[in-house]
């Protein structure tokens, strides 16, 4: 593109530019600098520093300070801190005078604004050796994931998505009853592996059937008198059915713990209900 336009002004253009000015263009991280009087100077220019004098007028695309943003941590937990660095492309050091900005989301929500934080509990930001910036988010929770953050420099600005990492731990749900009894209770355990302990600040939830129904959401039941959850010292929790019905039984159970999702379906058969309905009447 560079060399086909060089060609192009070849044929128009002397190496020798005569031009008057009443102001000197400052392209990039420069100010433009007023002269007093117009001046008419004679300047030895070649064919591309003539094309980048013609880029710096229609916008400075190519010699202006250029912005991008960074997740420095490598893997994302929940509970834990994550670090985004902003680096200013173009120059050496950052200018204290120059507007910093990082925000957030659709709404462009605004986090900080020349270190000044709106929640100090959740966000820090530094300016690090060089021409880089960073910001820090405490504590991630799930709210914080899936969302653009963006970080602004003057009037460049830079966003980048921080998804939620591909679940590293992995559910497993079991059925701790052995026999299945009509008007007794049945318990399911929900084991996540890859952790030592339960995390309280991560989402625990029950659900049931084909359209999901909640039983439990971080230990809160919508019937006490139906459910009961326990969570275990270690890395299980489970979720006891109690006076057991047909209702309940031939349908699948989800436990989830963060984003990741378990199942279970437990299965009765027809004759072993009938026998044991039977049993229960005779005593």
């Known amino acids: 593109m ?4 060089e060609s192009l002004l070849s044929d ?4 020798d530019v005569m031009y008057t000015s009443a102001i000197e263009i400052s392209c990039g991280y420069g100010k433009p600098k007023f002269m007093s009087t117009p001046q008419t100077n004679r300047l030895k220019m070649t064919l591309r520093q003539y094309y980048r004098l013609i880029l710096c ?3 400075c695309n190519a010699c ?44 462009d929500e605004l986090i900080c604004y020349n270190g000044r934080i709106n929640n100090l509990r959740k966000y820090n930001e530094k300016i690090l050796f060089g021409n880089e910036f960073c910001l820090t988010i405490f504590n991630i929770t799930e709210a914080d994931l899936n969302i653009a953050y963006q970080c602004r420099y003057g009037f460049d600005a830079a966003s ?3 998804e939620a990492d591909k679940p590293t731990s992995i559910l497993s749900l079991r059925l701790v009853t052995d026999l299945i009894t009509f ?6 355990t929900c084991t996540v592996n890859g952790i030592r302990a339960l995390d309280s600040d991560v989402t625990r939830q029950w659900s049931m059937g084909n ?15 139906k459910y009961k959850e326990t969570i ?15 209702k309940d039984v031939n349908v699948t159970y989800r436990c989830r713990y963060g984003f990741d999702t378990a199942t279970y379906f437990i299965k009765i058969c027809e004759r072993a209900s009938i026998a044991e309905t039977q049993k229960t009447k005779e005593i």
Not at 2 to 5: V, W
Not at 183 to 188: A, F, H, K, R, S
């Open 183 to 188: 008007g007794g209770d049945i318990i399911l």
């Open 64 to 107: 202006g300070e250029q912005v991008s943003l960074n997740l420095i941590t490598d893997n994302i937990v929940i509970g834990q801190d994550i670090v985004l660095t902003c680096t200013v492309h173009g120059i050496q050091t950052i200018d204290r005078t120059t507007t910093r900005q990082w925000s957030m989301g659709d709404d």
């Open 57 to 59: 007028l229609m916008g």
């Open 211 to 225: 359209h999901d129904q909640l039983l439990s959401y971080n230990g809160r039941i919508n019937n006490h008198r």
């Open 2 to 5: 560079l060399e086909n336009t």
């Open 232 to 246: 275990f010292h270690g890395n299980a929790f489970s979720l006891k059915i109690l006076n057991v019905t047909v």
């Open 12 to 15: 128009t253009i002397l190496s």
């Open 160 to 162: 980048k998505l921080i």
